[in-house]
């Protein structure tokens, strides 16, 4: 199966509430987003609302089930109790849990597994008991220690986290080594039973080396420069770019 593409609807929330105007419209992105052949939405609702508002996500999960529903809709979060009855009032088809204080401009690092082994037991246990598939945030040189711990707390996959890759876009060393890291990562995940997806920094520059690399990812979620490359190409046009990189589209 090929990578699957989620496009993080933050940055367009972002552009919106810069004057709290009702545009862009972040649920019209999203509908041109899906009818371009993504398959899935993802947001990051923080604490302050400055990108994503949690009068948002009713809206966008009546997009997918009503219009799409062959399409998934992923939160992401730190896991506060406010997160998680944010999420189990929404019930997504994922839940992704990112280690970064809700403060924090945007995620940078994953999870330190060990060290949280408890907090993510608890979570993860909570969240499938809701029926939703649990995915937590990996550092792309994690090592077997650390993933044998994700999936003893419960977590069907991990998401690579991709910044330092996307970061050598002017480095091609730099860059073939992360994806030396990451694939290996991968192989370690997959050899425990469990999923990968990747997310941070991607581009239609940097995803075919990753997707050539972990060939069975499962989905990669790209909000920052799926935005970016909107504003030159349009919504439906960048989609289509970013699933021609994956392999989603010939």
């Known amino acids: 199966m090929p990578t699957k593409l989620s496009v993080n609807l933050n940055a367009i929330a972002m552009l919106r509430n810069r004057r709290d105007l009702p545009w862009p419209n972040v649920v019209r992105f999203g509908q041109i987003a899906l009818e371009a052949g993504a398959a899935g939405l993802t947001v990051h609702p923080r604490p302050d609302e400055r990108h994503i508002r949690f009068s948002d996500l009713p809206l966008l999960l009546d997009l997918i089930r009503t219009h799409f529903p062959d399409r998934e809709f992923?939160?992401?979060g730190y896991p506060t109790e406010a997160f998680l009855d944010l999420v189990e009032q929404h019930r997504p088809d994922q839940v992704t849990l990112v280690p970064d204080h809700p403060s924090q401009a945007t995620s940078d690092h994953g999870w330190n597994f060990i060290e949280n082994e408890q907090l993510l037991?608890?979570?993860?246990?909570?969240?499938?008991?809701?029926?939703?598939?649990?995915s937590l945030f990996a550092d792309g040189d994690a090592g077997s220690d650390q993933l044998s711990v994700a999936k003893a707390v419960g977590a069907d996959r991990i998401e690579l986290y991709t910044g330092p890759y996307g970061g050598c876009f002017?480095?091609?060393a730099a860059a073939t080594a992360w994806i030396v890291k990451l694939g290996d990562t991968a192989d370690l995940a997959r050899a425990l039973g469990l999923g990968v997806n990747a997310g941070h920094d991607l581009t239609v520059a940097n995803l075919p080396a990753l997707c050539a690399r972990i060939g069975d990812l499962a989905e990669v979620s790209i909000g920052h420069g799926l935005t970016a490359d909107a504003l030159e190409f349009g919504m439906a046009e960048t989609v289509r770019r970013f699933r021609r990189a994956i392999g989603d589209l010939i």
């Open 74 to 76: 992923n939160i992401e």
């Open 121 to 134: 037991a608890t979570v993860c246990g909570r969240l499938k008991r809701g029926g939703m598939r649990v």
């Open 170 to 172: 002017d480095d091609a």
